[in-house]
């Protein structure tokens, strides 16, 4: 197996989230400060825990993910980052209450010296906010061109080798894709036209953060990186996408269920899912708009799971549900059921309940630092587009017109590591020995 040249972890490593001070951003942010100080356990997290196997299953090599792949180290992250409200992260985290105030007390320095950079906002795209520390109007392109600003500015600041982007801002309305995304050329013709309507402000991040070199995650379903121009840019940079939509609660547990359902070759009539959060995030899903954008992306794992076209006669009639209900008094504490309705044996029904009480940022979080040092890797291994191996961390895995994205849980979870294997120049496993 050829070997993946990897270039070194070397330098600060900038990390720039849009939403810098919401519920997931200051969640991530302060619990990874937490652990670097180490009064906090990064759990949840892939590249701080899990281990490895290489070689086969009796030669019992088991290093941890961290010490045998060449991953940034967190005393070298710097954050910072974009929001459409000014308070200072440790603010922003009092106000998100997801954090206890002594969690978050033992790292405010750090928290209070991050202040939000103003935002490219545009309330036709977020119905339910009103940003009060956005930048001036202008073009979509000057809009643009002050993001890339941004991002150079802060590298020069902060010292930073490499930086990655990082969208955890809030759900943009659904767009479906326009004769504008379809290749770089007409995005940016249409970036020069000021066309605001097909070109949310997520788009105008995703196409700084690229064209400065910075790979770009997207952790909300906006469709942003899901079209072919930002492809061509990430191919022509040279730089590493992925996305979208962290998954995280009820869609991880269907990626992990319906793949149960079909290797036991259960049918399935019906699923039906339900939520209820209180907080900014469940506000804005509270919007038609926002909240379509959502459904699509969360709607699409079981076909492509059960393949009712492989399978008619178990999967041909599924009635799927999803609902999302804005519930103050929940906060950042969603609740979200499950009634499955299966088929046995005969024909004959049964039924599987699931309420998972969860907390959405505390579940999130761990996601960000892997997909953070994860995409920095892929970055200095010179991958660029698309990165399928990071499907294991999203609801809708980004990918081209000809290829079918893979949802079971388990299956992305072996290519992950696959690929972790080859860019160490380790054979792949086929776990038959
Ligand atoms: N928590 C989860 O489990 C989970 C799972 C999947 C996806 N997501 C997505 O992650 C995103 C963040 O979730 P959250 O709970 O932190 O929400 P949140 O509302 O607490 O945070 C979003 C932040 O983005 C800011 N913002 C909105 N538009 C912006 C813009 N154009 N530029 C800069 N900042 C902007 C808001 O002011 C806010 O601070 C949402 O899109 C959510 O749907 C979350």
């Known amino acids: 197996m050829e070997k ?22 200051s969640t991530f942010i302060a619990g990874t400060l937490s652990v670097r100080r180490g009064t906090g356990k990064p759990i949840g997290s892939i590249t701080q825990l899990a281990t490895i196997r290489l070689g086969r299953r009796n ?53 209070e010296a991050i202040s939000p950079i103003p ?48 969208w955890a801002a809030s759900t943009e309305i659904y767009i479906p894709q326009s004769p504008e995304h379809e290749s770089l050329e007409a995005f940016e013709q249409a970036l020069d036209a000021d066309r605001r309507d097909v070109i949310p402000p ?27 121009a930002m492809w061509e840019l990430a191919g022509r940079e040279n730089v590493p996408v992925c996305g979208k939509d962290y998954k995280t609660g009820q869609t991880l547990i269907k990626t992990v269920l319906s793949p149960m359902l079909k290797t036991r070759m259960l049918g399935l009539e019906g699923w039906f899912s339900t939520n209820i959060l209180g907080n ?17 992306s969360k709607l699409s794992v079981i076909d492509t799971i059960l393949q009712p076209d492989v399978y008619p006669e178990l999967y041909g009639n599924i009635y799927h549900k999803v609902r999302i209900n804005y519930y103050p008094p929940r906060k950042d504490n969603k609740e979200g059921w499950d009634n ?18 969860c907390r959405d940022s505390i579940l999130a979080a ?25 499907s294991f961390y999203f609801k809708s895995p980004v990918h081209t017109p000809d290829r079918v994205p893979e949802h079971d849980l388990f299956i992305q979870h072996t290519i992950l590591k696959n690929t972790l294997r080859r860019i160490i120049g380790e054979p792949t496993l086929d776990y038959l020995d």
């Open 202 to 228: 997520s788009m105008c991040y995703a196409y700084a953060a690229i064209s400065e070199g910075a790979p770009f995650i997207m952790g909300a379903p906006n469709l942003c990186i899901d079209i072919p």
């Open 366 to 390: 761990p996601l960000c630092l892997d997909l953070v040092l994860f995409s920095d890797l892929a970055l200095r291994c010179g991958f660029s587009g698309i990165q399928s191996w990071l």
């Open 4 to 25: 993946v040249e990897v270039r070194d972890a070397k330098g600060k490593l900038g990390v720039m989230v849009v939403g810098v001070g919401g519920a997931v951003a």
């Open 280 to 296: 900014r995030d469940g506000e804005v899903l509270d919007d038609p708009g926002s909240f379509r954008t959502k459904e699509v």
């Open 119 to 166: 935002a490219v906002f545009d309330q036709d795209f977020v119905k339910r906010l009103h940003g009060t520390h956005v930048k001036p109007e202008a073009t979509r392109r000057r809009l643009t061109e002050q993001l890339r600003e941004d991002i150079r500015r802060f590298r020069t600041e902060n010292g930073c080798e490499r930086i990655v982007v990082m």
């Open 59 to 111: 030669e019992n090599r088991f290093p941890k993910i961290k010490e045998v792949v060449p991953l940034a180290e967190l005393d070298d992250l710097v954050f910072g980052g974009w929001d459409i409200f000014e308070e200072n992260i440790y603010q922003a985290a009092v106000h998100a209450e997801v954090l206890k105030k002594e969690d978050l007390d033992a790292v405010r320095d750090e928290l």
């Open 340 to 357: 499955i309705d299966i088929v046995g044996w005969l024909g004959y029904p049964m039924q599987l309940k699931v309420d998972f009480l």
